[in-house]
Every structure is written in structure tokens, then in C-alpha cells.
């Protein structure tokens, strides 16, 4: 498994393949399982679909690594209209995206100024943007952004992973600015030296991380947030919610569209809050090897396509 998930995440960044897989057909017909089409009305529809089951969205735009910071405007305009979008038809959305989409790679100032004029965007309308988390060469980078933008805006929420070791400390750090986070297990190859490999210790440390989040929660009024497909994990965090007396209406967990969904269905029937991940657009190759990878029997899926030609 650990052989097969390695490979997957190397095909990830190789720039070779990264050309030559997303043109296979057999590729782009078993991508439909996890993404619901490549532009921002296919991500609408399905986000309307979730809704009318009880279940509000978050869409983001993939795409990450920019080699040209000319492309971060775009980037940003693009956000800038779906935020219009929402509005517009008064929806119940969020925004995700990844820093290096706006040139973090390239220039801090101006992944700021563009981030600054989304997070500006999406204030006034009280929606909340959420900055995912990369790899671990951005991570320190990343927490010190968020805790930068933080003075300025509200509106605005990061995501943790639990199998780095920094991860206690991480929180640590940022619970001084009272942050919105969506903890994360992790979807990165990381080093031996910077992230757990174990998944027990994953999870351990992942539900570690949980309690401090919901006592933190509890204390500051905070958004906390769960993004997990384990159920296991799941119901160990609803039972230390109930030790801690946080309401179960506000316990939220955030879910992968396509993963899970009768789960999600069933989290809301609780009285749990849940959010759909819905993600489009044409650069979905590296994201999709990471989703390959956390679950290697995907591949075989993905074969299925190859031989029902
Ligand atoms: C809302 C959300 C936002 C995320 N944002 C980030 C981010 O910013 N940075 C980052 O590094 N990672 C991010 N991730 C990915 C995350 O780090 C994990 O890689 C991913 O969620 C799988 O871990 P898991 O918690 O679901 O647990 P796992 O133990 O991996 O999975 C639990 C169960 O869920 C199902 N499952 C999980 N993944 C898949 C899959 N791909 N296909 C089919 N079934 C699956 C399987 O049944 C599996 O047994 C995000 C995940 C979510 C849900």
C-alpha cells in the first residue's frame, strides 16, 4: 500500500506525466466520480443538487504552482466572480483555495494583494475563504500569511494536517489569533523527519489535535472544522464533543465530493453540520493523483474505465 501511495504522489509532480495522463479518456471518465465537471457551472449544479439535501458547499478552483505570476490575476478575478456569482443567486457557498494558485512561490506581496481583494470580496457578503494547506516547504509560510491576513479580515480559515509533527505547535501558534481551522489528516509526500507515517498515529494525533480544537472552540467561539471521511474518527470526535458539552449543532465536518456521501447524508439527520468540497476546473491532475493515492483501490477503478472501451 505504502509502495503503491508513494508512487502515486510521485506521479503527482512528475511534469511528464502531468502532461500526457489527463488527455486519456479512460482517465477523464473516472475522474467524474470525484468532480462533478471542469467549469464553475458544473461545480454550481452539483453544489445546488447538495444543497437541496441539506448539505451548503465550498468550490475551489484547481490549479496550484503558478510559474507566472500574470496567471495569479486571473486566478483572482476568477474567485472574484464566483463571489459575485453567489451573491448574485444568493447561495450558501464558500471558497477554498491553495496560495501558490496566487503565486505564493513566486511573491508573498502580491499573493497578499490578490488574496486580500478575494477575503475583501467575500467579507462583505460573510462568506467565509478557506486556505488550503500545502506542502510542507509552505507550511511555516503559510500559518504566518494566515496569521498576517487575520488583522485585516475575519472571514477567513486555514487548514491543519495532522500527521506533521509541527502540528501541536502549529495550533499553539495560531490559536493566539483565534483562527477558523479545518484539521486535516494530510495528502502530501513528506519526509520521514517532518510528517508521521503510521496512520494509527495519524488518527492519534489527529483526534489529539481535535480535542484542543473543540476546548478552543468553546472558549473563543471560534469556527472549528473536521474535514475526515474516517467514521471511526468520527464518532471518537462526536463522543469527545459530548465530554466537552459542545453542541452537536455545531460539530462540523467537511467531506470530498464523491467520498462518502451517504455518510454525509447521515451526519446531517444527526443534527451535525456538514460541508461538501466540490472542486472543478482543468488543472485537476496532481489533485487527482493525491485522491488516487489515499485510496490505491481507486486505481482500479480507474482501470475499469480503461476495459469498459
Ligand atoms: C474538506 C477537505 C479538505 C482538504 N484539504 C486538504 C488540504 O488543504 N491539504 C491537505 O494536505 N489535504 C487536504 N485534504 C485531504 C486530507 O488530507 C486526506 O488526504 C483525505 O481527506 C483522506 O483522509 P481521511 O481523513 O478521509 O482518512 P482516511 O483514513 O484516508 O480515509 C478514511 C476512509 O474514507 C474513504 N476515503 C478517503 N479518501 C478517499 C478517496 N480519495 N477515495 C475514496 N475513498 C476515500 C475510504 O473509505 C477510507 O477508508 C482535505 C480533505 C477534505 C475532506
Same mark, same amino acid.
Given at each position: 500500500?505504502?509502495?503503491?501511495?508513494?508512487?502515486?504522489?510521485?506521479?503527482?509532480?512528475?511534469?511528464?506525466?502531468?502532461?500526457?495522463?489527463?488527455?486519456?479518456?479512460?482517465?477523464?471518465?473516472?475522474?467524474?466520480?470525484?468532480?462533478?465537471?471542469? @467549469?464553475?457551472?458544473?461545480?454550481?449544479?452539483?453544489?445546488?443538487?447538495?444543497?437541496?439535501?441539506?448539505?451548503?458547499?465550498?468550490?475551489?478552483?484547481?490549479?496550484?504552482?503558478?510559474?507566472?505570476?500574470?496567471?495569479?490575476?486571473?486566478?483572482?478575478?476568477?474567485?472574484?466572480?464566483?463571489? *459575485?456569482?453567489?451573491?448574485?443567486?444568493?447561495?450558501?457557498?464558500?471558497?477554498?483555495?491553495?496560495?501558490?494558485?496566487?503565486?505564493?512561490?513566486?511573491? @508573498?506581496? %502580491?499573493?497578499?494583494?490578490? +488574496?486580500?481583494?478575494?477575503?475583501?470580496?467575500?467579507?462583505? $457578503?460573510?462568506?467565509?475563504?478557506?486556505?488550503?494547506? @500545502?506542502?510542507? #516547504?509552505?507550511?511555516?509560510?503559510?500559518?504566518?500569511?494566515?496569521?498576517?491576513?487575520?488583522?485585516?479580515?475575519?472571514? !477567513?480559515?486555514?487548514?491543519?494536517?495532522?500527521?506533521?509533527?509541527?502540528?501541536?505547535?502549529?495550533?499553539?501558534? $495560531?490559536?493566539?489569533?483565534?483562527?477558523?481551522?479545518?484539521?486535516?489528516?494530510? =495528502?502530501?509526500?513528506?519526509?520521514? *523527519?517532518? =510528517?508521521?507515517? *503510521?496512520? +494509527?498515529?495519524?488518527?492519534?494525533?489527529?483526534?489529539?489535535?481535535?480535542?484542543?480544537? $473543540?476546548?478552543?472552540?468553546?472558549?473563543?467561539?471560534?469556527?472549528?472544522?473536521?474535514?475526515?471521511?474516517?467514521? %471511526?474518527?468520527?464518532?471518537?470526535?462526536?463522543?469527545?464533543?459530548?465530554?466537552?458539552?459542545?453542541? #452537536?449543532? %455545531?460539530?462540523? +465536518?467537511?467531506?470530498?465530493?464523491?467520498?462518502?456521501?451517504? =455518510?454525509?447524508?447521515?451526519?446531517?439527520?444527526?443534527?451535525?453540520?456538514?460541508?461538501?468540497?466540490?472542486?472543478?476546473?482543468?488543472?485537476?491532475?496532481?489533485?487527482?493523483?493525491?485522491?488516487?493515492?489515499?485510496?490505491?483501490?481507486?486505481? !482500479?477503478?480507474?482501470?475499469?474505465?480503461? +476495459?469498459?472501451?
Amino acid at each position: 500500500m505504502a509502495v503503491m501511495r508513494n508512487f502515486l504522489l510521485w506521479c503527482s509532480d512528475n511534469p511528464t506525466l502531468r502532461n500526457k495522463i489527463p488527455q486519456l479518456s479512460f482517465v477523464q471518465q473516472a475522474l467524474k466520480r470525484f468532480m462533478p465537471g471542469e @467549469e464553475i457551472n458544473d461545480a454550481i449544479t452539483a453544489s445546488k443538487e447538495f444543497s437541496d439535501i441539506g448539505i451548503p458547499s465550498i468550490l475551489t478552483r484547481l490549479g496550484e504552482d503558478l510559474k507566472n505570476l500574470s496567471e495569479a490575476d486571473e486566478v483572482t478575478d476568477h474567485y472574484l466572480s464566483v463571489i *459575485d456569482k453567489i451573491a448574485e443567486e444568493n447561495l450558501d457557498i464558500e471558497i477554498s483555495l491553495k496560495l501558490t494558485q496566487l503565486g505564493f512561490s513566486l511573491s @508573498e506581496e %502580491k499573493t497578499f494583494e490578490n +488574496f486580500d481583494k478575494i477575503a475583501e470580496r467575500a467579507e462583505k $457578503l460573510n462568506i467565509i475563504v478557506w486556505i488550503d494547506m @500545502e506542502g510542507s #516547504q509552505y507550511t511555516q509560510r503559510t500559518i504566518n500569511f494566515y496569521k498576517r491576513l487575520k488583522q485585516k479580515r475575519s472571514n !477567513i480559515g486555514l487548514c491543519l494536517q495532522s500527521y506533521l509533527f509541527s502540528s501541536h505547535q502549529d495550533l499553539n501558534d $495560531l490559536l493566539e489569533v483565534t483562527p477558523n481551522i479545518r484539521l486535516v489528516k494530510g =495528502a502530501y509526500k513528506e519526509p520521514h *523527519d517532518i =510528517a508521521l507515517r *503510521d496512520k +494509527f498515529r495519524v488518527d492519534e494525533n489527529y483526534l489529539d489535535l481535535s480535542k484542543k480544537m $473543540l476546548e478552543a472552540s468553546n472558549k473563543d467561539g471560534n469556527r472549528m472544522v473536521f474535514g475526515t471521511h474516517d467514521l %471511526k474518527l468520527i464518532e471518537a470526535i462526536k463522543k469527545e464533543a459530548d465530554i466537552l458539552n459542545y453542541p #452537536q449543532g %455545531k460539530l462540523e +465536518f467537511h467531506m470530498l465530493y464523491g467520498i462518502k456521501t451517504n =455518510a454525509q447524508k447521515q451526519l446531517v439527520k444527526n443534527g451535525n453540520k456538514v460541508r461538501v468540497l466540490i472542486s472543478y476546473g482543468k488543472l485537476w491532475y496532481p489533485w487527482y493523483m493525491r485522491r488516487l493515492a489515499e485510496r490505491p483501490a481507486n486505481v !482500479i477503478f480507474v482501470l475499469k474505465n480503461l +476495459f469498459s472501451k
